[in-house]
């Protein structure tokens, strides 16, 4: 697995030591509100696993699964949900957490999507950022990374379901995707 990437773009250390000061940052923002935490499947689970054992204030966890990318490496621009939540966001301070947002069209149906059900307010966390891959505009609330307009894998990041299980965010070499 490891020898299909090019580069490694953020190191496994890299991320644990964002993560802590993400879940700083939170854990401040969040203290005694109960917030509702959105992990957007499957991409944010290593994200999620790790940051909220650093977030020090009680919170509730759900899970809503979203596709639009299938196995393809666009968006399909058509965001289907896969898996509803269990929970009401009804006047509920409500954090999404993303692994990456790109084009932005993901996190842009699901925050109107909470709003139109009435959370009380709507923030994103997203691990890494691609600005240059935007298509609608969307600004997360908090982001670990920039990254540039690569595809990139790893840490819950996938390429036809692969490589999610990397410690570490990277490029992949063209040749695996080139086939
Ligand atoms: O900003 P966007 O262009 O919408 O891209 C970001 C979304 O794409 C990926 O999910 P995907 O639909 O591939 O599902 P997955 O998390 O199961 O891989 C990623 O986890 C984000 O949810
Ligand atoms: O660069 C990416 N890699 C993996 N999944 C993605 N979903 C949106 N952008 C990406």
């Known amino acids: 697995m490891r020898e299909d990437i090019k580069e490694v773009l953020i190191s496994e250390e890299q991320i644990q030591e964002k993560v802590k000061e993400l879940g700083k940052a939170l854990t401040e923002e969040y203290d005694d509100k109960f917030p509702l935490v959105i992990g957007v499947l499957k991409g944010s689970l290593p994200f999620m ?3 909220i054992k650093n977030i020090d204030t009680h919170i509730e966890l759900d899970l809503m699964d979203v596709s639009s990318y ?10 289907k949900i896969v898996k509803d939540l269990n929970t009401s ?11 990456i947002i790109d084009s932005g069209l993901t996190l842009s149906y699901l925050v109107n999507l909470l709003q139109y059900r009435k ?5 994103v966390v997203t691990l ?9 505009d969307l600004v997360p609330d908090l ?9 990139v894998v790893g840490y819950g990041l996938d390429y036809a379901e692969k490589y999610r299980n990397l410690p570490y965010v990277g490029i992949l070499k063209p040749e695996v995707y080139q086939g």
């Open 49 to 51: 696993a790790d940051l």
């Open 70 to 79: 299938g196995n393809d490496m666009v968006s399909s621009g058509e965001v």
């Open 89 to 99: 966001v009804e006047g509920r301070d409500v954090l999404i957490l993303e692994d």
């Open 119 to 123: 959370a009380k307010s709507v923030k």
């Open 128 to 136: 890494l950022d691609k600005p240059e891959g935007r298509k609608v």
């Open 143 to 151: 982001a670990g990374f920039v990254v540039p307009d690569e595809f």
